[in-house]
């Protein structure tokens, strides 16, 4: 009975309220031919120290102790561990959407400076209550740019991460949005020129990522110089939030999408993560979401209010900018904190913490193989291309517990054998030794 809602003595009471004297003659309504006549055929119940060893048993049973290099949105960052202990609290860990924020001072306040931080971090105007991912954010960003221009033709960097590029075709495919990509050059960057060829004054907006897919640092404002000579918009999408500690804001954007997942939000196999959307003040009416604002009470006391929200539920489906129905706080929270945590200066020592491991990681690795794109700038990962095929390297370093670079064969074919690696504060010497180490017998069986 621990695990039931109700007691028989409840059921006995909600029964004789119904006006029913038994379960039966409760669903004696149902035709008896579908009605169960059996018990159900699951376990028999446990005790809870026989759960708890059923838990520790499956645990066990986990892979652990694995060095992962992986990156290409989803990074492996120490979350500290205030976070959870925060986040937990009954005052913003409800079981559903808190709908009704307006009368949750704290849940606002708490949006209130997340949208503030961000904004700092950004160098934007304004940003709102975050967005489903990055991904999202990218494609919702292109979608008010489309809106704010009134042009159809969307231009959007090859350098930008692939799904991230699939997510914004599907979201353009019905709406008619013509959508083109640009190819990148030998620095692994967008090719200028032909971004300046692709640009013209049909163009919507031109959606760039930095660091891009690569690792590579974009270069914005000539970038920005050539979308504005055009009057279309700068979208900058940015996947790894941590490196706004050390890689200069993308200030000649108007539009920035940021994926927060890096600031204190588990992996978790993929979601829910923390999409932002930022912007400058006077395309605030277009933006998607929600933002709130600070304001006074009658007694002039300060206060937080949700200021603009652009769903169909609160205003004219005609009028409506986004379709964003779950309300992302709790997410954005962990990022609210981890940055508080951490501070201006504190996350400009993780950065430089990231970007000197993913040195040390290519200089290594890149003596059994090619670092592609070597002397463009980047942050923490990386291309390396190798003589043996990415899926048999990948398999000997899984034998030594090392989940080794992104195979980009699906998305890059023309970049031959070609791996993305990423290290962060989490990566050790001696994982990246032993990944060498690997590397290195691989090179030997294959030059032999």
């Not at 708890?52 to 499956?58: E, G, N, S, T």
């Not at 997340?114 to 919702?140: H, K, P, R, W």
């Not at 009470?297 to 964003?324: C, M, P, Y």
Request: charged share 20%; glycine share 8%.
């Amino acid at each position: 009975m621990r695990y039931l809602p109700k007691s028989d003595a409840e059921r006995a009471a909600m029964l004789r309220e119904i006006g029913a004297s038994s379960i039966d003659e409760l669903f004696a309504i149902i035709p008896e031919e579908y009605r169960l006549a059996r018990d159900l055929k699951v376990p028999a119940q446990m005790g809870e120290s026989e759960i708890v060893d059923y838990f520790k048993a499956a645990a066990a049973r986990n892979a652990n102790g694995y060095a992962s290099f992986l990156g290409a949105g989803a990074y492996r960052h120490y979350r500290p561990v205030i976070i959870d202990s925060l986040v937990q609290r009954g005052e913003f860990l409800t079981s559903y959407t808190p709908y009704q924020a307006e009368i949750t001072q704290g849940t606002l306040q708490a949006i209130f400076e997340f949208q503030t931080m961000i904004c700092e971090l950004t160098g934007m105007d304004i940003a709102n209550a975050s967005m489903y991912d990055g991904s999202t954010g990218a494609a919702e960003a292109v979608m008010m740019a489309v809106r704010v221009t009134g042009r159809d033709n969307v231009l959007v960097a090859r350098t930008v991460h692939p799904e991230y590029r699939e997510v914004m075709h599907t979201y353009a495919q019905h709406q008619g949005h013509d959508a083109k990509e640009v190819a990148y050059g030998q620095d692994g960057r967008v090719d200028l020129a032909a971004l300046e060829q692709a640009v013209t004054d049909e163009t919507a907006c031109v959606l760039v990522q930095s660091p891009n897919f690569f690792g590579a640092i974009e270069d914005i404002p000539a970038i920005g110089e050539i979308a504005h000579k055009k009057g279309a918009l700068l979208i900058v999408s940015v996947a790894e939030a941590v490196s706004l500690g050390i890689v200069r804001p993308p200030v000649e954007a108007d539009i920035v999408s940021m994926e927060a997942q890096s600031f204190g939000v588990a992996l978790s196999y993929g979601g829910p993560y923390c999409g932002v959307l930022a912007a400058k003040e006077k395309y605030l009416r277009q933006m998607p979401g929600r933002l709130v604002g600070e304001t006074k009470d009658t007694e002039g006391r300060r206060g937080f209010v949700l200021t603009l929200s652009t769903r169909e539920q609160h205003i004219r489906r005609e009028k409506a900018t986004s379709n964003i129905c779950t309300n992302q706080a709790l997410v954005a929270l962990m990022a609210t904190i981890f940055m508080t945590v951490y501070g201006k200066q504190g996350i400009r020592e993780l950065a430089v913490q990231n970007l000197a491991k993913a040195k040390y990681a290519a200089d290594t690795l890149g003596a059994h193989g090619k670092v592609l794109f070597a002397g463009t700038p980047r942050f923490h990962e990386f291309v390396l291309q190798t003589d043996e095929d990415p899926e048999q390297l990948n398999a000997r370093l899984l034998e030594k517990k090392i989940i080794g670079g992104l195979d980009l064969g699906k998305w890059y074919p023309e970049l031959g054998n070609a791996t993305l690696w990423c290290a962060t504060e989490l990566t050790t010497k001696e994982q990246i030794d032993a990944a060498a180490g690997v590397m290195a017998q691989a090179h030997e069986l294959v030059t032999k």
